[in-house]
């Protein structure tokens, strides 16, 4: 069993509706992120791939354009732009053109932070 994994980046603002202290914050702000996709599986015995990496390349610069330079609170069915949130949004974007996907991490290297998405069988809401 083989795991390949390609990473793409991008730059994003959005804001985000949260209490730090006593006022509420909705301050638009900007990140550079980096999302990090694996797929998992057998390499095919013609090939020797898991996956032909232009196809897996074409799927993710789609993604990455959905995301790159925009503002995140603006992106369909995204919800707040949390890393989370990026992260299954990643996932369905990805999930029935890349078989064999088992997981998308999203980064904010500046932070030190990252989230993960294993899709629990498909279930990316």
Not at 51 to 80: I, Q, Y
Request: charged share 30%.
């Amino acid at each position: 069993m083989f795991e390949l994994t390609k990473q793409f980046r991008f730059e994003a603002a959005h804001t985000l509706a949260r209490r730090i202290e006593a006022e509420p914050s909705r301050r638009i702000h900007g990140h550079s992120y980096r999302a990090e996709v694996t797929i998992r599986g057998h390499a095919d015995p013609e090939s020797g791939m898991v996956v032909d990496l232009g196809l897996f390349r074409r799927a993710m610069e789609e993604v990455r354009d959905g995301l790159d330079h925009r503002f995140l609170d603006e992106v369909p069915d995204l919800g707040p732009a949390t890393l989370e949130n990026l992260s299954v949004w990643i996932w369905r974007r990805l999930a029935d053109r890349c078989p064999g996907l088992s997981k998308v991490t999203v980064h904010r290297d500046s932070e030190g932070e990252a989230c993960s998405y294993a899709g629990a069988g498909g279930d990316a809401r």
